[in-house]
């Protein structure tokens, strides 16, 4: 079962540069997530999407964009990446939010990202 | 707004240990309370779902509870092993406004030691 599949594993960026971090799930959910983790925080949600077509911010938005063009598919666009961003960057999903069974989370094995 | 705490940051127990992580919430309108394991370098990996309605979930030498009275969560570890050995996350999902992401705590760093 693959999951919640992200690429790359690890990026180095130099200031300025843009990149997309991309994720792919195969498990049919509705609901997409990127989170970044920082050393010592907690995560802390970025964007997230309810559907194809559907992206809203979530805490820490600023400096990204995302797209969901597929059920399948949530990339997550860095442009002009600055030294704030160097961080591991988690996607996740889950069936949807409604009803008890169906709001498990799953994740993937995040992106390494150090921007210098 | 929504925080979830987890104490102590850090914890290093013997081989064969039983053990209690803990998970402390602020908003009682919680939907349900998710626990992952982080491995060094590695993803979440999703160990137990409890939901508002639920007290506790076991999976094998897992126990999660769940006390929305006081706020609290905790995952008891049966008869620790070496294996055992990562950071446990606790997440929060809340009903209304932001229902939508899992709120984290900052997971508690665990070392059996062999």
């Known amino acids: 079962n693959a999951g919640v599949t992200q690429t790359p594993k690890f990026r180095i960026l130099k200031i300025g540069q843009s990149m997309t971090l991309q994720c792919t799930q195969d498990m049919n959910h509705n609901y997409m997530y990127w989170y970044r983790q920082d050393p010592g925080m907690g995560l802390k949600l970025i964007y997230y999407s309810v559907g194809a077509g559907i992206t809203d911010k979530g805490e820490v938005p600023n400096g990204y964009n995302v797209s969901r063009s597929t059920t399948e598919d949530f990339p997550l666009r860095l442009e002009l990446a600055a030294p704030s961003q160097t961080s591991v960057y988690f996607c996740a999903s889950s069936l949807g939010t409604g009803g008890d069974w169906v709001t498990e989370a799953f994740f993937g094995q995040g992106t390494r990202l150090t921007v210098v | 707004k929504q925080e979830v705490t987890q104490i102590p940051a850090a914890l290093s127990v013997p081989e064969g240990e039983n053990l209690v992580l803990n998970c402390s919430f602020t908003?009682?309108?919680?939907?349900?309370l998710q626990w992952f394991r982080q491995d060094p370098g590695k993803g979440l990996t999703s160990l137990l779902l409890i939901q508002s309605s639920q007290r506790e979930q076991t999976s094998g030498r897992l126990n999660a509870s769940l006390d929305k009275s006081s706020g609290r969560s905790t995952l008891y570890i049966a008869a620790s092993q070496p294996g055992d050995s990562a950071t446990y996350l606790c997440a929060g999902k809340y009903s209304g406004a932001g229902s939508y992401q899992l709120t984290f705590g900052k997971g508690t760093k665990l070392s059996v030691i062999p």
């Open positions: 908003d009682s309108a919680i939907y349900n």
